[in-house]
């Protein structure tokens, strides 16, 4: 059976803020070490029935960034959900959810201009 390897390396500072994110996975094109601004991480949690969360962002990721982040976080769950599952309404809901919200950070973004 083939294995894979997923690593995260998160430096703090002194209030426990994530100052530096690094990744690395067995299965990755490139080796070493690479930085990232934000990791978002869903487990599943077999005994409690209920999803288990861990999502990080360095000071240096803007806010901008994180909306785009989440947007394509949900535009992948949505192929993930149609995939696994064959739901294509569910997959259509959150696709529809992603173009509404990729709509409302473009107005907002020419608004600011």
């Not at 990744?23 to 029935?49: C, H, M, P, R, Y």
């Not at 994180?66 to 149609?82: E, N």
Request: aromatic share 6%; glycine share 4%; net charge negative.
């Amino acid at each position: 059976m083939k294995k894979s390897d997923i690593k995260f390396q998160i430096s703090l500072d002194e209030q426990n803020v994530p100052k530096e994110i690094l990744w690395d996975a067995s299965d990755k094109e490139s080796d070493g070490l690479e930085s990232t601004k934000s990791i978002s991480v869903n487990v599943w949690d077999n005994l409690n029935q209920s999803t288990l969360r861990i999502d990080l962002w360095t000071d240096e990721m803007s806010v901008v960034e994180m909306k785009r982040f989440y947007i394509d976080v949900i535009g992948g769950m949505a192929q993930t959900i149609l995939t696994s599952t064959g739901d294509e309404f569910m997959a259509e809901e959150m696709k529809d959810l992603c173009d509404r919200m990729v709509k409302h950070v473009n107005e907002e973004n020419a608004k600011s201009k």
